[in-house]
């Protein structure tokens, strides 16, 4: 069963960049059936992707955070990395890391799969000065 | 983007059903069988109901069913019971982006 625990200041200055990581256990985070994502939720809100990522290190961003996100993968950490730089009041919320899966193998062997799978409890991010 | 639309709320009592919808364009929801759902407690991190429109991960009650006609997918709940009441997600994933519905708050009467 795979874990995800994401780990960051929970305070982060206006026009800084907030940093979080993601180690992973349970699992690779080099297998090929898995993505690993990014997901924001603000107090009281819904929910919002920010991108995600393969082991490759291939990206993908949610288009309107796209000129301010990087997302990173550690293999020899088996951990992923967000940043999201110049940051404002409206980037204040709960951020969680999740993997995406993409098929897996049971008894009744290969299936499709396409979402987000495992969660991380999430951590409060606020922005203020 | 625009995020998927659901309903902000929805309510049923106990034993009854009810179907929450999710409404997207031909270039999300209904140009892929990639819609899921989540459930998510006050406090919680959202937890996969529903994926690939209509299976459910291990451990999920087949009280929980989902559907898709053309560009708008449907969770339904049937036989309600106390502990379903929360929020609920859905998501598209369309090719290299993943969109989220705004949330649909159920409760149980």
Redesign the interface.
């Known amino acids: 069963q795979l874990q995800l625990q994401e780990s960051g200041p929970g305070l982060v200055e206006p026009s800084e960049t907030l940093s979080l990581t993601c180690p992973v256990s349970g699992g690779s985070i080099s297998s090929s059936s898995y993505y690993w994502g990014w997901i924001r939720q603000p107090p009281g809100k819904g929910l919002e992707w920010i991108g995600s990522i393969y082991y490759s290190g291939s990206t993908y961003y949610n288009p309107s955070l796209k000129s301010r996100v990087t997302i990173s993968v550690d293999t020899s950490k088996n951990q992923i990395s967000l940043k999201l730089s110049s940051v404002t009041a409206a980037d204040a919320a709960v951020y969680y890391c999740a993997s995406f899966a993409t098929y897996f193998y049971d008894s009744g062997g290969y299936s499709s799969s396409h979402y987000f799978d495992h969660w991380g409890q999430g951590t409060l991010v606020a922005v203020s000065s | 983007?625009s995020?998927l639309t659901q309903p902000p709320s929805a309510s049923g009592s106990p034993g009854q059903s009810v179907t929450i919808s999710c409404t997207g364009t031909s270039s999300d929801v209904g140009g892929y069988n990639?819609v899921?759902w989540?459930q998510q407690h006050p406090g919680k991190?959202?937890?996969?109901m529903i994926?690939?429109v209509s299976?459910r991960?291990s451990g999920v009650p087949d009280r929980f069913s989902g559907s898709k006609s053309g560009n708008m997918a449907s969770l339904t709940v049937s036989g309600l019971q106390a502990e379903d009441e929360a929020d609920y997600?859905c998501?598209s994933?369309a090719g290299?982006?993943?969109?989220?519905?705004?949330?649909t708050k159920l409760t149980v009467l």
């Open positions: 983007q995020a990639y899921s989540y991190a959202p937890k996969p994926y690939e299976k991960p997600y998501s994933y290299s982006n993943v969109l989220f519905g705004g949330g």
